[in-house]
């Protein structure tokens, strides 16, 4: 029965309190919370995400601890995206009154286990009411030492282009949970389907992959959150260069494949467009940085794809696949 | 008819656009924000909120420009109340598709109203869809050099209460417009309503006071986010302390009266329960800094004082006014 009681019962104070036990930290519950600079000439980074529940996590599929891991995996691969190691995060919950206050601890308590390996905490944060459940998170990383961060404009021509982790594996796992509706009704003897399902629920990424990224010399680099055509097409539009990956180097796995045939998917569709990964992407004109492989590379803009590009406004036309137009493109759209 | 294109219709990248024409900044638009330290020894400062639509704003009160004005102010006060100065903001808007775009670019144009006279950008955000309108802004600061953080554990016995600024002004302007029922309601011939409103919808406080108090060897801050009793009996709470308000120094003035009498309302209860002021309330050991006045003293706690925080749990007890318990004590609740 006390799993039942709702946040409106509990009040502000308790439900506050049950996040600082979910996910305890000391630099948290002042006004603000004040975090250290921990190397010199060191910069800080920042990013923030809003989740809104049914759009962005249903739980249905996936259980509010992971919905809080989800959300550090998302929020923290902004901030490698840049070079950076996350250091700490901040929660802002809208929930409606009658949302049990385990939930909300739960979802604390994912957050404190995705961020503990990169030593960050909860340092803040904010709950009212509302609604909708609608989750923000905020990610603070530190850019330590001098070196440049790793921007969408830094990709060259005859940059290899290169990518960690595996790409397609969250818009199976999410297929397979819509295919089957539920997360139990999902073949519990099926372990590749169960993978997959864990991909897409509650992502846990290697630490630190983009700061060796940088410290390896890397150029450019964004994370497969929107699609691999869309966010490639981003650092091709900012770079004003065309990307041109390897099929081979992408080519769905066997475990896509299995999937596909399960549920009656394209794993092509889910390696190009599915998105939600968040493993990073990027190019560099040195070595391939431990943790990544490299799956294609920078060419100049040909004036056909200037034209699309330029002319149609679609900055995915500047992103090949062995040389052509790749067979999908589309990506998430938050509106 | 331009202005009714609704972000639905204007899409994900044509909504980002618009928010950062209105808050222009070179530092936003990448996967994260990269934030230079400007003084030695400094450290970083972050606070998030998180803004409700008929909770925390309404547009039959406030322009959509006096929302982000009001949502900065907010948002920075946190960041001042530890003697920190803003340097950024970052803002995620969960929206229904059928809100004009010309909203969001106005909230977007009242954040980088707000956040300019303290040379802050809007370096960041994120835009998803969703039932209500919801708005969570991370605030950023600097506290330069090495001096501690001016946290709400910082009173102590012997120590004068200071404030900034005017104290149950939000909260007559809220009740002004609860009794007229809309904004154009209230009587454009009464000067004295349209001021009060205005400083419940889009406060404009003077820049730096935090810091300045911080500079001035101030030793505990927080802001009147919650009402008066509310947050200084936090203070009072984590620094183990009583706190005598002087109720001569924080009558209702000749305009709080005169609202007061318009709407039937009670000063008092707004002077000491009303909150959303976010002017600085704090202690201090040395001497009052400039834009701040004397309120009151940090005694010690007495015995009977104790037993009523102890015992009811209820902090307010430990802020006195004129030695007694004042008459009232509630304050703004989240949940």
Redesign the interface.
């Known amino acids: 029965m006390r799993e039942q009681l709702t946040?409106?019962q509990?009040?502000?104070a308790r439900?506050i309190a049950a996040i600082r036990t979910a996910a305890p930290s000391s630099l948290n519950?002042?006004?603000?919370?004040?975090?250290?600079?921990t190397a010199p000439n060191?910069?800080?980074?920042?990013?923030?995400?809003?989740?809104?529940q049914g759009?962005?996590f249903d739980f249905r599929y996936s259980l509010p601890l992971e919905v809080g891991i989800k959300a550090v995996t998302q929020s923290f691969?902004?901030?490698q995206?840049?070079g950076?190691r996350p250091t700490?995060v901040?929660?802002?919950?809208?929930?409606p009154?009658d949302l049990p206050l385990k939930t909300v601890a739960d979802i604390a308590g994912g957050i404190h286990e995705a961020a503990s390996p990169w030593a960050a905490e909860l340092?803040?944060?904010?709950?009212?009411?509302?609604?909708?459940l609608?989750i923000?998170l905020?990610?603070?990383?530190e850019?330590a030492g001098p070196a440049p961060?790793l921007?969408?404009d830094g990709a060259g021509v005859g940059h290899q282009v290169i990518a960690s982790g595996h790409i397609g594996y969250s818009a199976a796992g999410l297929a397979i949970l819509q295919h089957f509706g539920s997360r139990r009704a999902v073949p519990q003897d099926d372990p590749i389907l169960q993978e997959l399902v864990e991909w897409h629920c509650a992502p846990h990424l290697p630490v630190a992959r983009g700061s060796v990224a940088r410290a390896a010399g890397a150029a450019s680099?964004?994370?497969n959150s929107d699609g691999l055509i869309r966010d490639l097409g981003l650092i091709a539009d900012r770079s004003a260069v065309c990307i041109d990956i390897e099929s081979a180097a992408i080519a769905p796995d066997e475990k896509l494949q299995h999937a596909a045939e399960c549920v009656g998917g394209d794993a092509w569709k889910w390696v190009l467009t599915g998105g939600e990964d968040h493993t990073l992407l990027g190019t560099t004109d040195t070595r391939v940085p431990s943790g990544f492989k490299a799956i294609g590379r920078v060419r100049s803009l040909t004036s056909q794809v200037a034209v699309d590009v330029f002319g149609e406004h679609t900055d995915e036309s500047a992103v090949l696949v062995d040389g052509t137009r790749p067979q999908f493109t589309a990506g998430w759209?938050?509106?």
């Open positions: 946040v409106a509990a009040g502000e439900t519950g002042d006004d603000a919370a004040v975090l250290e600079v060191s910069r800080h980074v920042c990013s923030t995400d809003i989740l809104v759009r962005h691969a902004d901030i995206a840049m950076a700490a901040l929660l802002a919950i809208a929930t009154g340092v803040g944060g904010d709950v009212v009411k509302s609604k909708d609608v923000s905020t990610a603070l990383g850019l961060a921007t969408l680099m964004t994370d759209q938050s509106l």
